[in-house]
């Protein structure tokens, strides 16, 4: 057999015995072709498939497939023989507005709250769990210089990533380096802004020039790549000082890596849930200012419920996502894991700029004003979701009620909103998944899913070939009415209050495992994971805080969800219970 047979035979192997009239015909195909040991494809083996596949064609239909197949598979063998970085994606660019959605496009002045007046401890180490407004005082005051700060989170998150084991590569050299220059920008009377000299972490599937960049998977663990990513281009641009390459679970899931399991704050022996899962240890630890984490399904969300930080995932279209993994085009994200949701806003502001390299980044203004009166936003909660459920635990009811109480005795008044589209076919959805597959085709063509910690996802990933190219189409398409009809469910509110969705698994120890000797978390939530699956599909924006601890001394949290670009009033609403609470600014032991 030839280089081509031999293509056009692996091609079609990938479609047999998949149980779907729309893919039963290449299967069919396959087999004819194998019992025929045949190089093309013919008319009559088109009749002979179609036949067994319920399928009825003329002989003239019959040849003019076969004509067209064959062409196809040419180009198939064309396809495999080009060589395609993982940084290249489709030209085609995911918007997340639909027809009669409308955003603010007016830039106004950034208003932070006041930080004046603040003075410098006698022990610097106390100013690791300060906000980046506190920080930021500090340095522009030259109370603190950057290269100070820098060492302490350094020192701080070397003494503790033994328990934590939330680093996969520190960047001492590079922060030191960078530190230096903030403080002699500074000197010279340049200030850049509220991130000047505050350092950071960046997940490990985020580029960073001259680092390695591992996605946290053995396969990859000396990868490294000769430019940076936006967001560090970005971040860089506002004086901020980068520390460290914090762990990812591997390829972007769970909180295990190849150097073992990332671990929580509060209860070392329970994992930090992922897989932004350094991200959210080292920011609640107070080991870092702040971190940048990636999602697709739950994976900024997730972890900083789990660890109690606060954590937002913009809307798609928001940052760029240039230089990082990526798992689908249509739904990564990058966003900001903090302390508070204002240094979300902060940090936000920073990142959320249009990048020619991602046309997918729209040029819509983030516009914070710390002092915006929340009581001119609808507020709407999911007050069946959060109604009692004896699956979830008397924990996380408890400490959702309290959270609702407490967002009514701060002046917020809440209308009750029921939770929107119960009964959408989520699995119409599930076709998607070829994204990831078509992101590791070449990975998986050369035979490396051994080299996994868990080679079964390449067994998942191969899942993605039977998905036929008109079917991933009709699953956009879907994808299109359920965002359009999510808008019109929720268009007489701003903002939603939400129960955590734990649609993943990762609180219920599917992913990351669960406190010792507590066991698995009960299935929690039907209706909330239903709403969180929606809402990341529509690519809506979200953030975590956190809102008391549950059993085993572990977080608990909540969510605020709004519609695309509407990160301020979510944030600022978040901002307000945090105002009223005291939960963000209480610390984990292992914290110091």
């Not at 073992?260 to 932004?276: F, K």
């Amino acid at each position: 057999m030839d280089e081509l047979a031999t293509t056009r035979r692996r091609f079609l192997a990938y479609f047999s015995g998949v149980g779907l009239t729309s893919t039963l015909l290449p299967g069919a195909l396959w087999a004819r072709m194998q019992e025929q040991e045949a190089a093309e494809v013919t008319s009559s083996m088109i009749l002979q498939s179609a036949s067994v596949s319920g399928l009825e064609l003329s002989e003239e239909q019959a040849e003019a497939m076969a004509e067209g197949v064959n062409r196809n598979l040419e180009g198939y063998a064309a396809l495999r023989e080009f060589s395609l970085d993982h940084e290249v994606g489709p030209p085609i660019h995911f918007n997340p507005l639909v027809p009669g959605m409308t955003v603010d496009r007016k830039e106004r002045p950034f208003r932070a709250s006041s930080a004046e007046g603040l003075q410098r401890p006698s022990n610097l180490e106390e100013v690791a769990f300060w906000p980046l407004t506190g920080l930021a005082e500090l340095i522009r005051t030259r109370q603190v210089k950057s290269t100070e700060l820098t060492e302490m989170y350094l020192a701080r998150l070397k003494r503790f990533n033994p328990t934590l084991n939330c680093v996969v590569t520190f960047t001492d050299e590079l922060a030191m380096a960078e530190a230096e220059r903030a403080d002699r920008a500074l000197a010279s009377g340049t200030y850049l802004g509220l991130l000047h000299g505050v350092p950071w972490g960046a997940k490990d599937i985020i580029a960073v020039k001259g680092y390695p960049t591992t996605w946290g998977s053995n396969a990859f663990k000396d990868r490294e790549t000769d430019f940076d990513a936006t967001v560090v281009a970005r971040l860089r641009e506002a004086g901020a000082v980068l520390i460290a390459k914090l762990t990812t679970g591997e390829l972007a899931s769970g909180d295990r890596w190849f150097g073992g399991r990332t671990r929580n704050p509060w209860d070392p022996s329970a994992g930090s849930s992922g897989s932004s899962a350094g991200p959210a240890s080292a920011t609640v630890a107070g080991c870092v200012g702040f971190a940048i984490g990636t999602e697709t399904s739950g994976s900024i969300l997730s972890p900083s419920i789990a660890c109690g930080a606060t954590g937002l995932r913009p809307t798609f279209g928001r940052v760029s996502r240039y230089g990082s993994m990526t798992l689908r085009w249509t739904g990564d994200r990058l966003g900001p894991i903090c302390r508070t949701a204002e240094d979300c806003a902060v940090v936000l502001r920073a990142i959320a700029e249009p990048d020619p390299r991602d046309p997918s980044v729209l040029d819509i203004p983030f516009n914070w004003d710390a002092e915006l009166a929340v009581g001119s936003l609808r507020i709407g909660y999911l007050a069946d979701a959060f109604a009692d459920d004896p699956s979830k635990g008397d924990d996380w009811t408890a400490n959702d009620q309290r959270a609702l109480d407490q967002l009514r005795a701060a002046g917020i008044e809440l209308q009750s909103v029921p939770t929107p589209l119960r009964d959408f076919p989520l699995d119409a959805l599930r076709p998607l998944s070829a994204e990831s597959t078509a992101a590791f085709d070449a990975f998986l063509r050369e035979g490396r899913e051994a080299e996994l910690g868990r080679p079964e996802r390449g067994a998942r990933w191969r899942v993605g070939r039977t998905v036929p190219a008109v079917e991933y189409l009709q699953a956009q398409r879907v994808r299109s009415v359920l965002m359009t009809r999510l808008h019109e469910a929720l268009e007489e509110v701003d903002v939603v209050v939400a129960p955590y969705g734990d649609s993943r698994g990762y609180l219920r120890g599917e992913q990351t495992g669960n406190r010792a000797g507590s066991g698995p978390r009960p299935q929690r939530r039907p209706a909330t994971s239903q709403f969180f699956q929606l809402a990341n599909h529509a690519c809506y924006p979200a953030v975590a805080v956190r809102h008391g601890l549950g059993e085993g001394g572990l977080p608990t949290g909540f969510t605020f969800v709004g519609k695309p670009f509407s990160e301020a009033p979510i944030l600022a609403v978040a901002k307000a219970y945090q105002d009223a609470t005291s939960f963000h600014v209480e610390r984990p032991t292992l914290g110091g």
